[in-house]
């Protein structure tokens, strides 16, 4: 690379450090909030329940750990300190309005499945209901309830995955806040430039 070429990634480099401006701390989430909006199926004893999830991240590859945030002020909350399970189903583009619906409504006054045309079906491993519309679900069980009191902090176990492997680029929802949602889709491959063992 010549010396103009460095010089001017550098120059660049400074002008977008410069359009950077000072952001509210509470409004962090619209950028960093990018995992893909969930639904997640929850039931103890007779009662089921959905609720849309945000906060949510891996936490290891194997076991394969999941780790995610919620409220008490949820009636998904109970259910699933209860029973210890829950499933994770990712939901794409055409389940907007549930997902919306979902989120907007709680579990005591409605039954979420049959008011936002959503199909329970039965896990393998635990008892609450996975979503059929959604392309991939995750049976999961409790792994460590250590940081639920301090953090709401709840931290998983994927114990089964079921995924539609005919579903290539999944059209995934994105919450950036404000009621809006980015779209997933788009890739680019970059496998050959990476090191084995971080692929
Ligand atoms: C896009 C979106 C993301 C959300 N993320 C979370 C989350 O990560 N944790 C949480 O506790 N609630 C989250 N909520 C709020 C719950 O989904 C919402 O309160 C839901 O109605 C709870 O249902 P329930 O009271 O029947 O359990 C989110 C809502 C929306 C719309």
Redesign the pocket.
Known sequence: MTYAEVSAIGQEASDLSDRKRDFPLDQCRCHLETGP?VLVG?QWQETR????????MMLGFTPAHFG????P?????R?IRESRECTINVPTRELADA??G???????EVD?FAAFGLTPEHGECVSAPTVAECYASFECRLADDSQIDRH?LFIWEIVKAHVDPTVERPKT?H?RGNGR?MIAGEEIDRAADFRDEML
């Open positions: 909006v929850s329940n959905l609720m849309v999830m945000g906060w949510h995610c945030l919620i409220s002020g949820n009636y998904s909350y259910l997902v919306v979902v989120g907007n409504s709680k579990g005591y979420k709401e929802l919450y949602f």
